[in-house]
């Protein structure tokens, strides 16, 4: 019994690895970003599929809404993604809106890797805006999109 729980754990672990994050202006703390099946950056991500993860927060103001807003980065030219849900509180594994300061939260990542997308490297900025449109949380991660 043992040994089948260490395997399930170890698997687990496997499947979804913490990776760095450049935070690019959050006033929450970005605790961990867990990004699955990303072993090394860039992150590969593939058409046809979803990317998916979650990232653990710590609110340090309230706010009673996140609004999603996903960009894609080429050099310094920001271009827009429709890839996640607007209302980000509705993506909440753990935690709710309205945010209380000091509350742990997981924002369940999940955004459609869509054929129309290019196939390269670039960098998604991926942003929650509180309720006066500031970066509740912010963060830039590379990404190469392959077939």
Known sequence: MFAYLAVLLFAGAA??????????????TIA????????????????GTHATGRINIQANSVTNTLTCKLAGMIGPIELPFDGCPSN???SMASGDCPTEVGE???Y??????LDLYPTIEVTAKWRLLD??????????LPISIKN
């Open 88 to 90: 980000a509180c509705a």
């Open 104 to 106: 742990n939260l997981v």
């Open 15 to 28: 499947i979804a690895d913490v990776v760095p994050v450049e935070d690019c202006g959050s006033s929450a």
């Open 32 to 47: 961990s970003l867990e990004f699955d099946g990303c072993t090394s950056l860039p992150c590969e991500v593939f058409h």
């Open 131 to 140: 309720d006066n449109g500031a970066d509740f949380i912010c963060f830039k």
């Open 108 to 113: 369940e990542l999940d955004f459609e890797i």
